[in-house]
């Protein structure tokens, strides 16, 4: 991210944040931002808009990779959205969402490395 990181806190504190950022948060903004400087060096700014955007929403703002439905566990996870499935209340969904596989494990993403676009998922390492 070319320009001052300093501004670009100071920007969302206030716009994004209510005024107060947590340690955490400026953790998770850091970690996509120096990702991208490295991955997308040439990257367009709306493109780093639409990741933070999707990060900020996906994570309930805590910049944080949390566990769908932000459940205490991946069957916690799985039981709860099997029970929306079945009701009828994922209306976008056309398969049941907590399916297992052999290589995959639970068909959601795992931290910051999910790709929705390739239906890839790992496990992220630091």
Known sequence: MPGNRAAFFDFIRTRLF?????????????????????????????????????????????MQPVRETRAASDAAAIGRLDRAFSAGRLASVKTPIGVRTPTAGVGWGAGWCSSPTSGTTRRCRR
């Open 18 to 62: 209510k005024g107060k950022i947590r340690a955490a948060q400026v953790e998770g903004l850091d970690a996509i931002l120096d990702l991208w400087q490295v991955r997308v060096p040439q990257g367009r700014p709306d493109g780093l808009a639409y990741v933070l955007a999707t990060a900020f929403h996906e994570t309930a703002a805590t």
